[in-house]
């Protein structure tokens, strides 16, 4: 079992940057991934980012446009995004999921998810 707590989240403006957090306990098996998706009012949930926990790499969203950045930190078990220049378009709850998907872009294919962190973004 693993268990996952994003925090970071927050209000800010427009060109502003935030960075968001999610911390995992549990057995975190070598082939996991952590992820990140969003999910915007109104609309289904999107893949943003994701970490390869044992090979280290990283792949993201063609929307994302390289405005963030995925990574981890092995002493504490945490997966970090950070999010740079920061437009109202990204405004969504930001939900961590882990596991070993057969497609790390689909949110159906995760076993674990955290309880998310709102991220608003004024103009």
């Known amino acids: 079992q693993v268990q996952l707590v994003e925090s970071g989240g927050g209000l800010v403006q427009a060109g502003d940057s935030l960075r968001l957090s999610c911390t995992a306990s549990?057995?975190?098996?070598?082939?996991?991934?952590m992820s990140w998706f969003r999910q915007a009012p109104g609309k289904e949930r999107e893949f943003v980012a994701t970490?390869?926990?044992?090979?280290?790499?990283?792949w993201y969203s063609d929307d994302i446009s390289g405005r963030f950045t995925i990574s981890r930190d092995n002493a504490n078990n945490t997966v970090y995004l950070q999010m740079n220049s920061l437009e109202p378009e990204d405004t969504a709850i930001y939900y961590c999921?882990?596991?070993?998907?057969?497609?790390?872009?689909?949110?159906?294919?995760?076993?674990?998810w955290g309880q998310g962190t709102q991220v608003t973004v004024s103009s």
């Open positions: 999921a882990a596991g070993d998907p057969n497609k790390f872009s689909s949110s159906d294919a995760y076993d674990y």
């Open positions: 970490y390869g926990w044992g090979d280290h790499n990283a």
């Open positions: 549990g057995r975190i098996d070598r082939y996991f991934v």
